[in-house]
């Protein structure tokens, strides 16, 4: 039994790593949330739905350099430490966050203003790319015997956290400065608050010790070396890969996007459709642990087949019965509903991928398919589901896509495990 020392260090730890995964993900949602008002600083085309369309797309665009920096930092992190690496990736968040804090609009320097903000996106989307595989691979190898999923869930929880807070801040902002003061200026305090943040962050994840697994690794891969494991590996990080499609789709969905939809499709305040992300926060951050709990006593593939049914029969019924005379109680219960559907997919999913992959590779091959997975299908979600919107007049269209990609995930998950099954059966033979 671990001593109460060794429990409050490994409690110190989670905090740790998991600070720097907040303000990553605190920026991305930040982001979203503010969709309209940076379309409107950044893209003013005279439409409303085209500056918003190209506000998400930039957002899309950061999840694109995902798979280079999973390929990139993983392979730095694989060879040289979890704990350098995730330092490295804080720095670059922090200077993509402040360059679109402090931009420029495009009244005053014109086209440099989208196009600094794109490259601002895909610095981040460089350092997002690793974050959340350094930072799941981290806390899967300080898991005590048996509790891997428990440990491996604080770091989906932490974002969480940073959809609470930066829903929070919304609230405030709504509250005190009118709409149009928002629009002009005011989304760039939420962006300022997360630059402020970055030294303290910093200085806390400085105080990060390595994990004993990594150090007692005598073999420590060069890039070439993890390049080609990547490689031979392929065929598992591709299916890892979807299998993490339902996971993006449904988080960027009921996170990102729901500010948007909930004001702009759904017609209700923006103080509503806030408040509605905050709870949604809130009970993800509650459930993953749960969650990812429940998968150590009753394994990974019972939580993760059950989920994603249910997200297969349930997406395009529930938004239907939501968008059928939308109120603040309907978009309460909807979202809550794939949140639980989310989480419970999500705590089983996440130490799953940990679990699938080469310890040599871990790193870089869990954020390649994670990344993949993000700027193919999740990333883009927002935007998606904006542009099916207007194509159909259907406010309920997206949650077809929340269907599709449950089935995706739900067909790779039956094919890694059956997999993993030959392997261990070959491993015994």
């Not at 801040?169 to 300022?192: H, K, Y």
Request: some cysteine; glycine content about 10%; overall charge positive.
């Amino acid at each position: 039994m671990a001593t109460p020392q060794a429990r409050q260090g490994r409690v110190k730890s989670i905090f740790i790593v998991s600070s720097g995964n907040f303000l990553e993900m605190y920026d991305f949602m930040v982001f979203g949330y503010y969709a309209k008002a940076i379309g409107n600083t950044f893209f003013p085309t005279g439409n409303e739905y085209a500056s918003i369309l190209l506000s998400l797309m930039t957002f899309g665009a950061g999840f694109l350099m995902r798979p280079v920096g999973a390929l990139v930092l993983g392979a730095y992190i694989d060879r040289h430490g979890r704990r350098r690496g995730l330092l490295l990736t804080l720095a670059l968040m922090g200077l993509g966050t402040l360059s679109i804090a402090c931009m420029p609009g495009y009244a005053e320097i014109g086209i440099f203003a989208p196009l600094l903000i794109l490259i601002g996106r895909l610095v981040q989307g460089l350092s997002a790319g690793v974050e959340v595989g350094g930072v799941s691979v981290y806390l899967s190898e300080i898991a005590t015997p048996g509790n891997r999923g428990f440990y491996v869930a604080w770091q989906s929880a932490s974002q969480q956290m940073a959809v609470v807070f930066a829903a929070l801040i919304g609230l405030v902002l709504n509250t005190m400065l009118p709409t149009e003061a928002i629009s002009a200026w005011g989304w760039r305090i939420p962006f300022l608050i997360g630059s402020a943040l970055i030294p303290f962050l910093f200085v806390i994840r400085r105080l990060l010790q390595e994990t004993a697994e990594f150090e007692a690794r005598q073999d420590r891969p060069t890039a070439a070396q993890v390049f080609a494991g990547v490689t031979q590996n392929l065929g598992t990080i591709m299916l890892g890969a979807l299998m993490a499609v339902m996971t993006t789709v449904f988080f960027y969905m009921i996170t990102a996007y729901t500010p948007t939809y909930g004001n702009s499709v759904l017609r209700l305040s923006a103080t509503s459709a806030m408040l509605v992300t905050l709870c949604v926060g809130l009970a993800n951050f509650a459930l993953l642990p749960i969650m990812g709990a429940l998968s150590d006593r009753i394994g990974r593939q019972p939580l993760l087949v059950t989920c994603a049914l249910l997200a297969i029969v349930s997406g395009y019924p529930a938004l239907s019965w939501l968008s059928d005379g939308p109120t603040f109680g309907k978009l309460l219960s909807v979202e809550l509903w794939l949140a639980l559907v989310y989480a419970g997919y999500n705590g089983a999913m996440i130490v799953y991928l940990t679990e699938v992959m080469p310890a040599r590779v871990r790193t870089a091959g869990f954020s390649l398919a994670y990344s993949v997975a993000t700027a193919v299908f999740g990333g883009f979600t927002p935007a998606l589901s904006t542009y099916l919107i207007a194509a159909t007049g259907n406010p309920a269209t997206p949650g077809i896509w929340l269907s599709l990609a449950a089935a995706i995930s739900l067909v790779a998950t039956l094919l890694l495990s059956r997999g993993a099954a030959r392997r261990r059966a070959r491993a015994v033979a």
